[in-house]
C-alpha cells in the first residue's frame, strides 16, 4: 500500500474516484477532544503521477468541561461544537506537504463560564478559507 504522512490512504489499490472514510479525534489545547470524519474522493491522477483529493470533513464535540489557557479561576463548559468543511488538493507522494490546495470550513460552537455566581454564555460561528501552493522544495 502507498503511504503518505499527511493523507492517510486506503490499504488496498485505488484509482481515480474512489471514496474512504477517516475517522478524526483531536485533543484541544483548552481541554477537550474533538472527533469526527473525513470523507476523501480521489478525484483524479495527474499525468505527473500527482494525485488529486477532494475532502469533505465533519467535526463535534461532546458538551462537558473545558480549560481556559490562564483562567484557572474560572468554571468553563463547552455547550456545543461543531465544524463542516470541504478541501481539495494535489498531493505529490513523494514529498511531504500538498503541492496545492484549498479549504473552507464552518465552526458554531458555545461555551459557559462560571466565575462565583455568574454564568455567561458565548456562542460564535467562524469561518475560515485557506489557499496554499507549494513553491520549492529544498532536499538535502
Known amino acids: 500500500a ?9 490499504a488496498e489499490p485505488v484509482g481515480a474516484g ?12 483548552m481541554g477537550f477532544a474533538t472527533y469526527g470524519t473525513n470523507t476523501t474522493t480521489l478525484t483524479e491522477v495527474l499525468a505527473d503521477g500527482r494525485l488529486r483529493f477532494d475532502i469533505a470533513l465533519a467535526m463535534t464535540a ?4 473545558m480549560t481556559i489557557p490562564d483562567m484557572g479561576f474560572v ?5 456545543h461544537f461543531t465544524t463542516d468543511g470541504a478541501a481539495d488538493k494535489v498531493v505529490d507522494l ?21 466565575f462565583d455566581e455568574d454564568s ?21
Do not use: C, K
Open 2 to 10: 502507498v503511504r503518505h504522512p499527511l493523507e492517510p490512504l486506503p
Open 18 to 29: 474512489a471514496v474512504w472514510e477517516v475517522a478524526r479525534e483531536t485533543s484541544d489545547a
Open 62 to 65: 461532546d458538551p462537558g468541561p
Open 75 to 79: 468554571d468553563a463548559t463547552i455547550d
Open 94 to 114: 513523494a514529498l511531504v506537504n500538498p503541492v496545492a490546495g484549498s479549504s473552507e470550513a464552518v465552526s458554531n460552537y458555545a461555551f459557559t463560564i462560571t
Open 120 to 140: 455567561e454564555t458565548t456562542e460564535m460561528d467562524m469561518s475560515m478559507e485557506f489557499e496554499a501552493t507549494l513553491i520549492s522544495v529544498g532536499r538535502d
